[in-house]
């Protein structure tokens, strides 16, 4: 579903730029709807997959994952609405309702560290909540919602991605080479908390911060050495999409947290981290082998072509401002619809070995 979010909303949005829609939605509602349509639908499926990794018990399932994802749909169809009380009631619910079914899995005292997601899933709350009560008309704070929640996406990036890309090559390949300093990944969070801070706070500090929690990142992803996966498509992925993590922090060190930037950390980052994961864990929870095919491949490199147009592009040629988002927009909608074709009847067929509890 959260695949099928992309081309439709992303769709949708290239009509609205070109000026074939009926309805007049903003840059706002594109923003929103790519964190809590797309964004969340993938985020809440990543983490109903790692809970039954984190506690060997089977995930949420049958009707009540049907629920959830009714829940999701109804938020989506919800912005189409001309009630935005009750839009604002359908899509803030999705949350408050997934947590509701996550928390039976992190009681338990041997979740401890990942009882983080409360307060990373919390904040995800208060950022829709900021963005409906703009569009309720009551106060402006909608952009702070949706950095907010674009900043939330690139906190559990870290912290997802640094569990994730060090143990795939460590469990990939043989003797692998990976270089971890305790006070490095203590430093990376702290100086990344502290840009976030900054940039509410104290923006005129943010450029130095970004900058050293750029080069903090960047040591980082030296010592998980990712040069060792070249020859794994479905393992350089990953490292790739964390890569532009750091090219957005120290772009933005110098140029400052422009339209560009933050569609390097939702597009570069945040996207790719979820295009990779889904191949990844689509095959892996699916009993297939753990190996990049063509179509795979063609979708990494659209998703990447995506990047480069809608990001470097217009600034190189602004009179290609349009064609930019057109051809960005449909690498994009390629890239998720080839994982559908090429995904989807896995995912509807039963296992190969015949476990139903993956």
Same mark, same amino acid.
């Given at each position: 579903?959260?695949?099928? %979010?992309a081309i439709l909303l992303i769709g949708v949005w290239l009509l609205v730029l070109s000026g074939n829609f009926p309805l007049p939605l903003s840059p706002l509602w594109h923003a929103h709807e790519m964190l809590y349509g797309f964004g969340s639908a993938i985020l809440c499926g990543f983490l109903l997959t790692a809970i039954q990794n984190w506690t060997q018990q089977r995930s949420l399932h049958g009707q009540r994952l049907q629920l959830l994802a009714a829940v999701w749909l109804v938020g989506r169809i919800g912005a189409f609405l001309p009630w935005p009380l009750i839009t604002a009631l359908l899509d803030l619910s999705f949350f408050v309702v997934f947590l509701g079914?996550?928390?039976?899995?992190?009681k338990s005292s041997q979740q401890k560290r990942n009882r983080i997601f409360y307060g990373l899933l919390g904040l995800m709350?208060? %950022?829709?909540?900021?963005?409906?009560?703009?569009?309720?008309?009551?106060?402006?704070? %909608?952009?702070q919602g949706i950095y907010l929640a674009l900043h939330v996406y690139l906190v559990m990036c870290m912290l997802i991605g640094g569990r994730i890309i060090p143990a795939f090559i460590r469990g990939a390949i043989p003797n692998a080479r990976i270089n971890s300093w305790p006070w490095l990944e203590k430093t990376v969070f702290v100086l990344s908390a502290l840009w976030l801070i900054s940039e509410t706070l104290t923006p005129q500090w943010a450029a130095p911060v970004a900058l050293l929690a750029g080069l903090a990142h960047l040591i980082r992803w030296v010592g998980w050495c990712p040069w060792q996966t070249y020859s794994r498509p479905i393992l350089w992925v990953l490292p790739l999409g964390y890569a532009w993590l750091i090219v957005g922090l120290l772009l933005r060190s110098g140029l400052g947290y422009t339209s560009q930037i933050a569609h390097i950390f939702t597009v570069g980052v945040i996207s790719g981290l979820m295009h990779a994961m889904l191949t990844r864990v689509s095959l892996g929870h699916t009993?297939?082998?753990i190996q990049t095919s063509p179509l795979t491949l063609i979708g990494y490199l659209l998703l990447q072509t995506a990047i480069v147009?809608?990001?470097?592009?217009p600034q190189a040629a602004p009179n290609l401002?349009?064609? %930019?988002?057109?051809?960005a927009g449909i690498s994009w909608m390629l890239a998720f619809g080839l994982y559908l074709v090429e995904y989807l009847p896995l995912l509807l067929k039963p296992?190969?070995?015949g476990r139903t509890d993956s």
């Amino acid at each position: 579903m959260g695949s099928l %979010a992309a081309i439709l909303l992303i769709g949708v949005w290239l009509l609205v730029l070109s000026g074939n829609f009926p309805l007049p939605l903003s840059p706002l509602w594109h923003a929103h709807e790519m964190l809590y349509g797309f964004g969340s639908a993938i985020l809440c499926g990543f983490l109903l997959t790692a809970i039954q990794n984190w506690t060997q018990q089977r995930s949420l399932h049958g009707q009540r994952l049907q629920l959830l994802a009714a829940v999701w749909l109804v938020g989506r169809i919800g912005a189409f609405l001309p009630w935005p009380l009750i839009t604002a009631l359908l899509d803030l619910s999705f949350f408050v309702v997934f947590l509701g079914f996550l928390h039976p899995y992190l009681k338990s005292s041997q979740q401890k560290r990942n009882r983080i997601f409360y307060g990373l899933l919390g904040l995800m709350i208060s %950022a829709n909540l900021l963005y409906h009560l703009q569009m309720l008309g009551w106060m402006e704070s %909608a952009r702070q919602g949706i950095y907010l929640a674009l900043h939330v996406y690139l906190v559990m990036c870290m912290l997802i991605g640094g569990r994730i890309i060090p143990a795939f090559i460590r469990g990939a390949i043989p003797n692998a080479r990976i270089n971890s300093w305790p006070w490095l990944e203590k430093t990376v969070f702290v100086l990344s908390a502290l840009w976030l801070i900054s940039e509410t706070l104290t923006p005129q500090w943010a450029a130095p911060v970004a900058l050293l929690a750029g080069l903090a990142h960047l040591i980082r992803w030296v010592g998980w050495c990712p040069w060792q996966t070249y020859s794994r498509p479905i393992l350089w992925v990953l490292p790739l999409g964390y890569a532009w993590l750091i090219v957005g922090l120290l772009l933005r060190s110098g140029l400052g947290y422009t339209s560009q930037i933050a569609h390097i950390f939702t597009v570069g980052v945040i996207s790719g981290l979820m295009h990779a994961m889904l191949t990844r864990v689509s095959l892996g929870h699916t009993g297939r082998t753990i190996q990049t095919s063509p179509l795979t491949l063609i979708g990494y490199l659209l998703l990447q072509t995506a990047i480069v147009l809608r990001v470097f592009l217009p600034q190189a040629a602004p009179n290609l401002y349009l064609t %930019a988002m057109v051809l960005a927009g449909i690498s994009w909608m390629l890239a998720f619809g080839l994982y559908l074709v090429e995904y989807l009847p896995l995912l509807l067929k039963p296992r190969p070995d015949g476990r139903t509890d993956s």
